[in-house]
């Protein structure tokens, strides 16, 4: 399962990626191996975004069609969706918003979906109340991440008929062992969410033949292979472009484990963040790529690489590059041990981060009344 | 398979329950008991209609749930549902719109539902010709054969979103082997079209908690069992009551076999009939319960329980008893051999009753105008 060896290859030990290059890690190149997937070249779209220009975008699917679109200012699409299960959102997340942001800013139709259905679903979450948490948190997160609102299509999975319609075209498309082998298992429930999100990223189509990319991590890969099975296997009935997809590297949990850390003293990052002034704490325990001894840190310098305070300042807090560049080289330098390097660098600039999120969210709150969603 | 012993006990040598009484064939029987069905008791239902007390109706499930509320005159419903893939009928479906249409005359909440999702995903029929086949034929053929327009609520599979939602929750409560169980499988297809079904059967106590009767042929019994354990596992979520439902028998081929026949050269006995002056031929080539010889049947009588033809007007085309009497009478007495009973009340019978529908059949098409499907 593709999952799994992701995760294992993680706990063999993870190495992140130089700040500058664009060389993989093995195990993103294993992914990329085994997923049939391109590599992510930043060169081939305009205004790279930092995700692209830092890495962290490494590879995708069909990714020409959509450069094209852009250069050629053509009709594309871009899709993502939010489940309304709980009221934090990992960090993580704002990967995928920048991505859509960036496709958003060049030109996209934007999709965002909510999928209240799947949530109601699996996390026994009414339809109401999906609809609540995405009106007062989720759609204010993507908004202070920098979603434009007013060029946004918003949906909600329950109430796009063209969604589920779609869902059971498409489930003809594919056989038990074949869903068997992508999912693990056929349980109905997951046939039926699967199909659903097969739905949500072809059913822009419907209305106009163009293509569509799905900004996601790696562990969406399954899905987007299933959708693509099935928009080949539909061509006699549905011109569907095989929908594209840019996958994004994760991002660590503060502990250094691949996914969110089980281990609750370490704290997690999550938005919102209501306690900044804990920020400190939480920074002070997070793994770092420190040295044995402090000798050998003034000697050899650290490793960023392994530090998750400076993948958190890359991926997420240190948005200039300059202010990247300094800490990265007073790491590798030797010049700045791991406590000063936060002081310096992880703890304040998560501080401005969160800061600024928060502003901008109450401010993305206040305006919520203006959201409407597709009928 | 439950389908596969019931066609299977068919071709061992099926014998129809003779016409007054109430006593079941074995099959029948093995049926019940393998499904855990009541027997149909029609001294239960107030004015008992043909199919009951012809004992056409053999079992049902939580009957008394429905007749109760029928003799309070509580709220309940009956749901029914057409697959707009083709534009004959066959004549068994009268059967069941008969049934629909005695709950309905006695103050069930009716509702026709089409399943346009089920053609298009299974017989690749669009949206937009599954809505004009379903106006243009199925529903004039449900009005011509006595349903209510004015007491029918109608509803497109596609278009109700109440149903495609209330699937996917359903979905969560039915594991894979269970799934495998009542269908064979877990093609994605099966699970999609599965749980629309589960959807349509449940969504009217949506909006009022009542009891509900689905009519139908026994080869329908897995979905009602699922059905049924879906409601009652949802019980902590939703007061479902568990849909009863009522099962006629089969009408048999005009060659004797259980289900349509493959004998082209037979005939068909479908709706609409346009050609009624070729019914002789077809009765005349039909299966009866004629003796080696003249002598033989005149001496012994003929057997009605194994001829089409009795079966035919017994189920469909002699609405008086006295009617039906006679016939069944001439033939056990060996007063009419098969050719003689075939002109005196097969053939004039069926011509009556096609002719009769034709006509309500175009008026039916002429009031068209005033179907409106719910939104």
């Not at 659903?196 to 890969?221: F, K, N, S, T, Y």
Request: one cysteine or more; glycine letters at 8%; charged letters at 30%.
């Amino acid at each position: 399962m593709p999952k799994k060896s992701a995760n294992k290859g993680a706990k063999e030990g993870k190495v992140l990626v130089d700040p500058w290059g664009s060389s993989l890690i093995e195990d993103y190149e294993r992914l990329i191996k085994e997923f049939g997937l391109e590599h992510f070249d930043n060169n081939e779209f305009p205004e790279p975004n930092l995700q692209m220009r830092r890495g962290i975008n490494f590879g995708g699917q069909d990714l020409k069609a959509i450069s094209d679109a852009i250069k050629q200012k053509k009709p594309h699409y871009c899709l993502t969706g939010i489940m309304p299960s709980s009221e934090k959102i990992h960090l993580g997340t704002e990967t995928v918003v920048q991505n859509v942001k960036y496709f958003q800013d060049h030109g996209a139709k934007t999709f965002l979906l909510v999928a209240d259905l799947e949530a109601q679903a699996t996390r026994g979450v009414s339809l109401e109340e999906g609809k609540r948490r995405a009106l007062e948190f989720h759609i204010p997160t993507y908004v202070a991440l920098g979603l434009d609102p007013k060029k946004t299509i918003f949906y909600l999975q329950s109430e796009n008929k063209k969604v589920s319609n779609l869902a059971a075209v498409c489930a003809q498309k594919i056989t038990e062992n074949e869903f068997r082998a992508i999912y693990g298992s056929v349980h109905p429930a997951k046939v039926m969410s699967a199909f659903i999100q097969v739905g949500d990223i072809l059913w822009p189509q419907l209305g106009e033949e163009m293509p569509g990319i799905i900004p996601v991590g790696i562990d969406q890969a399954p899905h987007i292979r299933m959708t693509r099975d099935v928009a080949r296997r539909l061509k006699g009935e549905h011109k569907f472009f095989l929908p594209s997809a840019v996958y994004n590297k994760y991002t660590s949990a503060l502990d250094g484990s691949f996914k969110m850390s089980k281990n609750e003293a370490v704290g997690k990052m999550e938005l919102p963040e209501e306690n900044i002034s804990s920020l400190d704490k939480k920074i002070n325990k997070a793994l770092t790529g420190g040295r044995a001894t402090m000798e050998e840190q003034r000697k050899k310098g650290g490793i960023p690489e392994k530090c998750v305070v400076f993948e958190y300042c890359k991926n997420h807090f240190i948005r200039d590059d300059k202010g990247l560049n300094e800490m990265f080289e007073g790491c590798v330098s030797g010049k700045n041990l791991c406590g000063e390097c936060k002081a310096k660098y992880g703890i304040p600039y998560a501080k401005k981060f969160f800061e600024d999120f928060n502003k901008k969210f109450e401010e993305a709150k206040k305006n919520i009344g203006k959201i409407n969603f597709l009928k």
